[in-house]
């Protein structure tokens, strides 16, 4: 079957990461999927060049690429070993002339910035959990609320997120504070722990939004309420408990207002962090209100994925899903270059 791609979204350079450091079968499983989505977005009509980032220098890896003809599907969480790089790949990017999928650097800089993330969506009056960041032991003593969960303020991936991260008084507030600060070497950001029902709540757009199929991460089988979280063992240990027992429900029960609602809290939230293309939003329901808990500008493209999960239930193929998102950046560049260009007089 033929494909009718804009000229704009037909060579398409897959940019990945394939960091020789990893151990072997990570790197086969990194590749395995890479080839997935390269194949998948082949089948819709693109011309997948394949970009592995091995090192730190993202010029020569392009070098192949030109930026006039090239769009670059950007699926690179960073420079091998340059820690939280993951926004310099995107400036890297723009300094380059290439057009690209998903956020520009300073939103990818923004969202691994829990506090200043947290700052603007209280300002854009989105909800959110009530949170304090505590950069001194000290500061434990001005926290009340419980159940509380204790955060890294500057980390992806849930990382150093356990069951021990969820605190229900004073003792384990102090030591989990602690424990952030001495393993992970960063402030701690402390919110109150809504325990509630939670969705994983995916977008696609830029000037009109849509939301996909809510998908609900079922925590019925975990009576413990330090167990009720997808911290990192629920997302990346197969053989964790949490990993076990939590449930996704796709899509999730949810009557039409509450739906119209969510869809109304998690578009502002999109909107005010400055999400492009795409975005996923992690959100928890308590008492009729939604409360967002991260939003995530550049989210996990994989076919097992929340958001490829959401999108074939509303029939799109992962080639699809993938190609939506291509020609979603293209048209947002044709835009751009196309708005008239003024000099001020002097």
Known sequence: ???????????????????????????????????????????????????????????????????????????????????????????????????????????????????????LLQACRVPTSRGMVMNTPRDVASWSIFPAIVKSSHEHCSLGMTAQSVVLNQRELAEQVAHVHATLQQPALVEEFIDGREFHVSFWGNRRLEMLPPVEMDFSRLQDVHERLCGYDAKFKPESKPYKEIQTVLPAPLTEEELARLKQVCSAAYRAVGCRDYGRLDVRMRDGEFYVLDVNPNPDF???????????????????????????AAARNRRASARPQYSRKR
Not at 13 to 26: G, I, R, S, T, Y
Not at 82 to 98: Q, T, W
């Open 1 to 119: 079957m033929a494909h009718r791609l804009p000229r704009a979204a037909r060579k398409v350079a897959l940019l990945h990461n394939l960091d020789p450091a990893w151990p072997q079968q990570d790197l086969d499983d990194a590749l395995r999927e890479t080839v997935r989505l390269g194949s998948a977005l082949e089948a819709h009509g693109h011309e997948i060049t394949y970009v592995p980032v091995m090192n730190d220098d993202l010029r020569a890896a392009l070098e192949p690429c030109d930026p006039a003809t090239y769009l670059v599907f950007n699926w690179c969480e960073g420079l091998p070993g340059v820690p939280h790089s993951e926004a310099l790949v995107a400036g890297m990017l723009d300094a380059a002339g290439y057009t690209y999928t998903g956020a520009p650097a300073p939103v990818l800089e923004l969202s691994e910035d829990k506090p200043r993330v947290k700052e």
């Open 302 to 328: 994989s076919a097992d994925a929340s958001m490829a999960c959401a999108a074939e239930y509303l029939g799109y193929t992962y080639g699809q899903m993938g190609s939506r998102v291509v020609q979603l």
